[in-house]
């Protein structure tokens, strides 16, 4: 079946500009997270959805970063004013939340620069 | 804080050889250790993972041993191959709450013909 997909694969933008980020994770996956992974470096926690709800949002930089999943699947991640030390992948990843805990899978990442 | 520790940062092995990855972790209520393996511009992909209630999993040629004492794991590939060429990250997980993954700073491998 499909796997995590994440839109646009590369964004290019100013320093001081808006930007969103789209994930579309597994079917039938209630759990979705939000990584940041710098180069040379592993990816590093942002949030965590289960269903609509941001459960844990407690890896957010600060308040320039947002994400919303309003319908339980899509998920959108908005950073504004955006800073040059934002230029990252961005990496989704869903997992089935079945009660324990279960395998994550990734998405291929949106890699964000800002010039 | 939640940290995890892993070493070394590059391996250099010839082909058909073994490679050793090490991890330590600092939270002692984690009880979950997924390997991803992540291939130049590509994805993380889950390689072998272990949970707390085991102390050693295998798969082919790939294995993970758990030392909750010591708050150690280590990922072990035998026979090593060009293909294995990649950065592993090891990663560790508490339970309840989000799950949420904190993961190593990576090992580069590169397995040499």
């Known amino acids: 079946g499909a796997g995590v997909s994440q839109t646009p694969s590369n964004k290019v933008t100013e320093k001081g500009k808006y930007v969103e980020l789209r994930c579309d994770p597994i079917?039938?996956?209630?759990?979705l997270y939000w990584y940041r992974q710098s180069l040379g470096q592993g990816p590093e926690f942002l949030i965590y959805?289960?269903?609509?709800?941001?459960?844990?949002d407690s890896g957010l930089p600060n308040d320039r970063f947002f994400a919303v999943r309003p319908e339980g699947s899509v998920s959108t991640l908005k950073i504004q004013r955006t800073e040059r030390g934002d230029s990252a992948v961005y990496l989704c990843?869903?997992?089935?939340?079945?009660?324990?805990?279960?395998?994550?899978?990734f998405g291929p990442g949106t890699r964000l620069t800002v010039l | 804080g939640e940290n995890v520790e892993q070493h070394p940062s590059t391996l250099s092995v010839q082909e058909g050889d073994s490679a050793v990855i090490k991890c330590t972790y600092s939270?002692?209520?984690?009880?979950?250790f997924p390997w991803y393996k992540q291939e130049l511009g590509k994805r993380p992909q889950l390689i072998i993972d272990?949970?707390?209630?085991?102390g050693e999993k295998k798969d082919q040629r790939i294995a993970v041993t758990l030392n909750k004492t010591a708050k150690h794991f280590s990922l072990h590939i035998t026979e090593t191959q060009p293909e294995d060429s990649a950065v592993y990250f090891c990663?560790?997980?508490?339970?309840?709450?989000?799950?949420?993954?904190?993961f190593g700073t990576g090992t580069r491998l590169q397995v040499f013909p």
């Open positions: 990843a869903s997992s089935l939340r079945s009660g324990r805990t279960d395998t994550q899978y």
């Open positions: 079917s039938g996956h209630t759990a």
């Open positions: 959805f289960q269903g609509t709800g941001a459960a844990d």
């Open positions: 939270d002692s209520a984690s009880n979950y």
């Open positions: 272990i949970r707390s209630n085991v």
């Open positions: 990663a560790a997980s508490r339970p309840l709450g989000s799950d949420k993954l904190i």
